[in-house]
């Protein structure tokens, strides 16, 4: 095995020279800096990362721990935290909890284990407030993303409440009384938040409570019998706002199943919606998410957590788009609504 002490012989520099160059702790002179790349690549030096890492007490490295990386927005918010880590030198180590508490739980210390510099944690529907307790025990950085919550750590998701709330003045304003949510399961605290935001803006709106329709469910077959029970009611819903992607397939799917057309015999619209919504026919009303800025802030988040654990805890919601198209009547040009970003300091 090639070592250190031959990169510097090979490049007529001392060790620490070398050292130098491979971590940018101090400026090497560029003709020197050379000398010691050419070296390293012609005896193909490869450092120890776990001795290095034992020496700066850093491994440069974070775990990120989500419930379905295939998950559309999750699949954007991983590609935010890994470019962003990405650009400051960082790794990133995945992991997926299938929204299982205990499997959440074995990720977390499977990375605390691996000596990761700070974790990034969406939370799986069900983990308790245990989980996050357990985080007092350990001196490792922690960021919440998506999912928040009411505990002091730095946390990152977008506003749920706003675009719900004006999506159902939307639909109210078109005529719309018996409005279907498919809420999924509301343990979720993003669907929870989802599925408040929407008995609240009925309510104001003076739509009966015998009107406001909800399916709660926390698997899929549960999401798709209430789906069907309410389509297939004697006073069925006249429109449905789906609260993920994967509930919005749920729904379309069984619309399209009993032959029903969007707008004329139901309104539909969805939160997070599908890439290239504006493809599908009719086109479909979507709050777009900026899922990617989210990963990158979660990312953000962190780095400087790590920095300065003395910090004071941050939570940022980011703002998405309500973009109004044909689906809920609102023809094919999308209007957008865009409320503001909101930072708060724990």
Request: glycine letters at 6%; one cysteine or more; charged letters at 25%.
């Amino acid at each position: 095995m090639t070592t250190m002490v031959k990169v510097a012989k090979l490049a007529g520099v001392s060790i620490s020279t070398v050292s130098h160059v491979l971590n940018g702790t101090r400026h090497v002179n560029d003709e020197t800096r050379q000398r010691v790349l050419k070296a390293i690549q012609d005896t193909s030096y490869r450092q120890d990362a776990l001795a290095r890492a034992m020496r700066r007490s850093r491994t440069d490295s974070i775990g990120l721990i989500v419930s379905d990386g295939g998950e559309p927005a999750f699949a954007e918010m991983i590609r935010g935290v890994e470019e962003t880590a990405a650009s400051q030198g960082i790794t990133l180590l995945l992991a997926n909890s299938a929204e299982d508490p205990q499997r959440e739980a074995r990720a977390v210390q499977a990375l605390l284990e691996r000596r990761v510099d700070g974790l990034i944690l969406a939370r799986a529907a069900g983990s308790g407030p245990d989980a996050l307790a357990e985080f007092a025990n350990y001196d490792t950085p922690l960021v919440l993303m998506d999912r928040l919550s009411d505990d002091p750590f730095d946390q990152v998701g977008v506003e749920n409440r706003q675009p719900i709330m004006e999506l159902v003045e939307h639909l109210v304003s078109q005529g719309h009384q018996r409005i279907l949510l498919v809420a999924g399961d509301t343990r979720v605290a993003t669907l929870h938040e989802r599925h408040e935001a929407f008995e609240e803006a009925m309510t104001t709106a003076g739509v009966r409570k015998a009107d406001q329709l909800a399916v709660i469910a926390a698997d899929p077959e549960g999401t798709d019998a209430g789906i069907s029970a309410a389509l297939s009611a004697a006073k069925p819903p006249t429109a449905v706002i789906a609260c993920s992607t994967v509930l919005a397939a749920a729904a379309l799917r069984q619309i399209q199943q009993r032959g029903l057309r969007m707008p004329e015999d139901i309104a539909f619209a969805a939160f997070d919606g599908f890439a290239y919504a504006d493809l599908f026919e009719p086109q479909l009303t979507t709050v777009r998410q900026p899922a990617f800025q989210v990963g990158a802030t979660a990312a953000e988040l962190l780095t400087k957590r790590i920095a300065d654990k003395s910090a004071e805890h941050s939570v940022v919601r980011l703002a998405p788009t309500i973009e109004y198209r044909a689906s809920t009547g609102a023809g094919p040009a999308a209007r957008a609504s865009k409320p503001q970003n909101v930072e708060v300091d724990l």
